[in-house]
């Protein structure tokens, strides 16, 4: 017999084994697949929380102490994706086109209310393409000034500054930020005449505050803590409903001649409209759950982020009711940050 035909029923056999062994990948791959789609959630894999501000930032602080301890209560890891960019519409935009499963979810804050009044038009509609799981925390802002102004109280500021027309400027993180804005409705309650000043970001304001190139600023309390224990920022009011357990000696705002007034750079998660409601159920429980833990508490503390909680239902008229605010806020500064 020819040498060649002697190899055949070799190389037919070696043949079939690759064929059989194919199959049998094909066949775990997809009984794998088919298992993940089966999989209660969130076994089938790990959750992703879309953070649409940069790294170290405060809200992405209090996301990951979250995503941590959440991780730990559903046994998934839980990864954090920051997508900073555009008042926070760029990581907003990739979540609302995101599958609606429970393992993409949207670590949001005020700025999902501002975006809508601050430009023409945005990528996604808030009440249309997301369902609300939970408000988790909020950075109050303070009202706070450069230590060389003669005040000690709001009552002197304000009269100060309505002695001195024109001649104080107040800072912000940025045209449209929450502190800008914050800010403005200080100065439109009172009636003084300051000129607005925009930074990129709360530390270069903050820097600039203390060496005196600006008056006062609403600024996140976290963003100011060390310029106030160093006395190189005076704290004279809170912006919370009630006095902070870190400041207990500073009153609100709303006790200083701004009735009702409360405002902070809240946050909340939010999931892809369509999310299955037993996941969203699930996630807000967990939230919930989280947000008792006393080691998480702490951190917040540390932060001056004072945890929420809610509902699914109340944060959805929560949000309602902020778009509504700051639709009216924005339109009385006119501020625009489309290009």
Do not use: C
Request: glycine fraction near 8%; charge should be positive.
């Amino acid at each position: 017999m020819p040498h060649h035909f002697r190899n055949r029923p070799r190389v037919a056999l070696k043949g079939r084994r690759l064929a059989l062994a194919a199959a049998a990948f094909l066949a775990a791959s997809f009984t794998q697949q088919a298992a993940q789609a089966q999989s209660p959630w969130p076994q089938a894999k790990p959750i992703t929380m879309v953070v649409p501000f940069p790294p170290g930032g405060p809200t992405d602080l209090v996301a990951r102490v979250l995503a941590q301890k959440m991780s730990e209560q559903l046994g998934q890891s839980i990864l954090v994706d920051n997508r900073g960019g555009a008042n926070g519409n760029i990581g907003a935009t990739l979540v609302a086109k995101a599958a609606a499963d429970g393992y993409t979810l949207l670590y949001n804050t005020s700025s999902i209310t501002l975006s809508p009044a601050l430009y023409k038009s945005v990528p996604y509609d808030v009440q249309r393409d997301f369902t609300p799981i939970a408000l988790t925390a909020v950075v109050p802002l303070a009202l706070v000034v450069n230590p060389q102004l003669p005040v000690q109280t709001v009552q002197e500021f304000v009269a100060y500054a309505k002695a001195n027309p024109g001649k104080l400027s107040y800072g912000s993180a940025g045209n449209g930020n929450v502190t800008h804005l914050g800010a403005f409705q200080v100065v439109r309650a009172f009636g003084i005449d300051a000129a607005h000043v925009p930074y990129k970001g709360s530390a270069p304001a903050d820097v600039d505050l203390a060496g005196g190139q600006i008056g006062f600023m609403t600024d996140t309390i976290n963003s100011v803590i060390p310029f106030i224990h160093d006395k190189r920022i005076r704290i004279l009011a809170v912006s919370t409903a009630r006095r902070m357990s870190l400041f207990p000696d500073v009153p609100t705002l709303a006790e200083s001649g701004m009735p009702g007034f409360e405002v902070g750079a809240w946050q909340g998660l939010l999931a892809p409209t369509g999310t299955p409601p037993a996941v969203v159920q699930r996630l807000n429980a967990e939230v919930k759950k989280a947000l008792q833990n006393p080691d998480l508490r702490a951190k917040l503390a540390q932060q001056g982020a004072e945890p929420l909680g809610s509902t699914p239902e109340e944060y959805g008229a929560y949000i309602r009711k902020e778009l509504a605010r700051w639709s009216s806020v924005v339109k009385a500064t006119g501020v625009s940050l489309d290009q």
